[in-house]
């Protein structure tokens, strides 16, 4: 299977949903409902922060459209 590489007005496009995306994430880490202590609450946004990071490097339409379906299936999780 080939891949279809994003121009930068796809970059761009997705740039502002990303964001989003990644701070509703950090607010549900926030929410008191979630029962993690201080340290578990950094670990997590250490881990999420390495997630978007890693996700930001990515250069495949697939790849991005892969990255926003697993932050909205997290999402899914944090609203249940």
Sequence with gaps: MGRIWATAEDLGR??????????QILQGLNSPELRL???ARLAKK???RAMFWVGSDERSLH??????????YSL????K
């Design 37 to 39: 202590g201080f340290s």
């Design 14 to 23: 997705n740039r502002a949903r990303v964001l989003s995306l990644y701070r």
């Design 46 to 48: 250490a881990e999420l």
């Design 63 to 72: 790849d991005i459209a892969d990255l926003i379906d697993v932050v909205e």
């Design 76 to 79: 899914f999780f944090f609203r």
